[in-house]
T-cell receptor, first 111, second 114 residues
Framework: SQQGEEDPQALSIQEGENATMNCSYK?????LQWYRQNSGRGLVHLILIRSNEREKHSGRLRVTLDTSKKSSSLLITASRAADTASYFCATDDNYGQNFVFGPGTRLSVLP | EAGVAQSPRYKIIEKRQSVAFWCNPISGHATLYWYQQILGQGPKLLIQ????????DSQLPKDRFSAERLKGVDSTLKIQPAKLEDSAVYLC????????????FGPGTRLTVT
């Protein structure tokens, strides 16, 4: 069964607003990563958070991880039209294996 | 630094034909991954190599899919014979090693099976 599940499936916001996407998983993990995919292109790594970390920042991105709830959130602040893309969470196990991607959240940022 | 290269970018074949995809990872990256991404879904890991050895191929349909990375550098993924449900984008990714985890993706090969 799929490990990561993002919600919402689709999100539409105005430029300048914040966007929050959530990811839930089922079994214990080693790391959780977030990737972005622009239409018709490969995935781009955004941020990695390890199982012993609770929060991480990178530019306008903020990721939190709650291992007790088996969930993570990705916050994009002050969104731009260029942030329009699909966002995926991915998890792996303690051996650096069993990579599982969620179905993704499609974000549309309207100018 | 050159990225992950994949070819071809697009391929259209008829069902029951065979097809092969090629991937050249970032130089020095020991770990190589092949994913299948069906339209509207997240990527699904097919096989993971560490150098020229297979680490995880639990989701590879071995009756029709095969992959190799003979010299621990570039890799090929083959489908024989193809089915309609194999229509998808096939993504190759590489990482420095299994523990570094950050994966760099190629542009993918879009396969259409008619």
């Amino acid at each position: 069964s799929q490990q990561g599940e993002e919600d919402p499936q689709a999100l539409s916001i105005q430029e300048g607003e914040n966007a929050t996407m959530n990811c839930s998983y089922k079994t214990s993990i080693n790391n959780l990563q977030w990737y972005r995919q622009n239409s018709g292109r490969g995935l781009v790594h955004l941020i990695l958070i390890r199982s012993n970390e609770r929060e991480k920042h990178s530019g306008r991105l903020r990721v939190t991880l709650d291992t007790s709830k088996k969930s993570s959130s990705l916050l994009i602040t002050a969104s731009r039209a260029a942030d329009t893309a699909s966002y995926f969470c991915a998890t792996d196990d303690n051996y650096g294996q069993n990579f599982v991607f969620g179905p993704g959240t499609r974000l549309s940022v309207l100018p | 630094e050159a990225g992950v290269a994949q070819s071809p970018r697009y391929k259209i074949i008829e069902k029951r034909q065979s097809v092969a995809f090629w991937c050249n990872p970032i130089s020095g990256h020991a770990t190589l991954y092949w994913y299948q991404q069906i339209l509207g879904q997240g990527p699904k890991l097919l096989i993971q190599f560490q150098n020229n050895g297979v680490v995880d191929d639990s989701q590879l349909p071995k009756d029709r899919f095969s992959a190799e990375r003979l010299k621990g550098v570039d890799s090929t993924l083959k489908i024989q014979p193809a089915k309609l449900e194999d229509s998808a984008v096939y993504l190759c990714a590489s990482s420095l090693d299994r523990t570094s985890n950050e994966q760099y993706f190629g542009p993918g090969t879009r396969l259409t099976v008619t």
